[in-house]
């Protein structure tokens, strides 16, 4: 499971208030991702980290910020939660040994309902 | 950006059969194309992919094709079996460095005894 653990695995919470998710992994890997699933859409891309204070947009990365101020800790906050954001959020990296091989391993997921 | 469809959404089959998911990706400049699978309540996992100077991969009952001129690819699981039931997502990357992978919207597969 290339030691990733994410938490919470499971969160309800309210319209409009903070929300943070945390990815830790133990293995020193450069890459970490934080990636949506919804049905109908797949798994889509929110921000993606390259090195501690080095992080990008994805394709959905409105209304989320990141920060990575350790490599093995990446942080997926919603500011201010909406419905919208009522989803399933995984962590993934890929590893130091092969950087360009592609291979994602994710973690088990955090399940986010907003109400 | 880069654009991936799948088909179909769902799919079963009987035990023993074979099971074929498609893919099509939009950008000519992507050269990685990955499967992974996801079990109930866990993350995807990697089972096969496939780079754009092969046509085609096998790894065991499961095989990967791929048609640059056309711009799809495609999953083959043969002889499947129960086990097999999962949800199956194919991807799309111009792998340089880090892996920024679109994924397709995924294939739910149910194999009956």
């Known amino acids: 499971d290339a030691g990733i653990t994410q938490s919470p695995r499971h969160k309800v919470t309210e319209t409009g208030t903070p929300v943070t998710l945390r990815c830790h992994q133990t293995?020193?890997?450069?890459?970490m991702y934080w990636y949506r699933q919804d049905p109908g859409h797949g798994l889509r891309l929110i921000h993606y980290?390259?090195?501690?204070?080095?992080?990008d947009k994805g394709e959905v990365s409105d209304g989320y910020s990141v920060s990575r101020s350790k490599t093995e800790d990446f942080l997926l906050t919603l500011e201010s939660a909406t419905s919208s954001q009522t989803s399933v959020y995984f962590c993934a990296i890929s590893v130091n040994s092969a950087p360009n091989t592609g291979e994602l391993f994710f973690g088990e997921g955090s399940r986010l309902t907003v109400l | 950006g880069e654009n991936v469809e799948q088909h179909p959404s769902t799919l079963s089959v009987q035990e023993g059969d074979s099971a074929v998911i498609k893919c099509t990706y939009s950008d000519s400049a992507s050269n990685y194309f990955p499967w992974y699978k996801q079990e109930l309540g866990k993350g995807p996992q990697l089972i096969i992919d496939?780079?754009?100077?092969?046509g085609e991969k096998k790894d065991q009952r499961i095989a990967v094709t791929l048609n640059k001129t056309a711009k799809h690819f495609s999953l083959h699981i043969t002889e499947t079996q129960p086990e097999d039931s999962a949800v199956y997502f194919c991807a799309a990357s111009k792998g340089t460095g880090f892996q920024k992978l679109v994924f397709g919207t995924g294939t739910r597969l149910l194999v009956s005894p």
């Open positions: 293995e020193n890997h450069r890459y």
């Open positions: 496939i780079r754009s100077n092969v």
């Open positions: 980290s390259y090195g501690v204070k080095d992080t």
